[in-house]
Nanobody, 120 residues
Framework: QVQLVESGGGLVQPGGSLRLSCAAS????????MGWYRRAPGKQREMVAV???????NYADSVKGRFTISRGNAKNTVYLQMNSLKPEDTAVYYC??????????????WGQGTQVTVSS
């Protein structure tokens, strides 16, 4: 079994910054894909930022220039640096990872989520 644990959420004023972290643990052969998604109240879950094993990144148009996704030196970690936060960024943020086990099977895992609230 693989577990993803997010941290770093909280309450911040508009224009402020937060850094989200996600760590994967368990029986892992490799991680090909990690990303961040969010769900705002009353809205559908949306992709925020993703990164592949080859280092390619992709961002939602609404966060380009403000958010940065990165992998830690330990490749089982991923971060989301969020700057110039806006009230519309308020949501529960979820970590997602595509993980291969030692039996060469690939699985899609999700973390439990961390709340980000942007309000004055």
């Amino acid at each position: 079994q693989v577990q993803l644990v997010e941290s770093g959420g909280g309450l911040v004023q508009p224009g402020g910054s937060l850094r989200l972290s996600c760590a994967a643990s368990g029986t892992i052969y490799s991680i090909y894909y990690m990303g961040w998604y969010r769900r705002a109240p009353g809205k559908q879950r949306e992709m925020v930022a993703v990164t592949t094993s080859g280092g390619i990144t992709n961002y939602a148009d609404s966060v380009k220039g403000r958010f940065t996704i990165s992998r830690g030196n330990a490749k089982n970690t991923v971060y989301l640096q969020m700057n110039s936060l806006k009230p519309e960024d308020t949501a529960v943020y979820y970590c997602n990872a595509e993980i291969k086990d030692y039996g060469l099977a690939t699985y899609d895992y999700w973390g439990q989520g961390t709340q980000v609230t942007v309000s004055s």
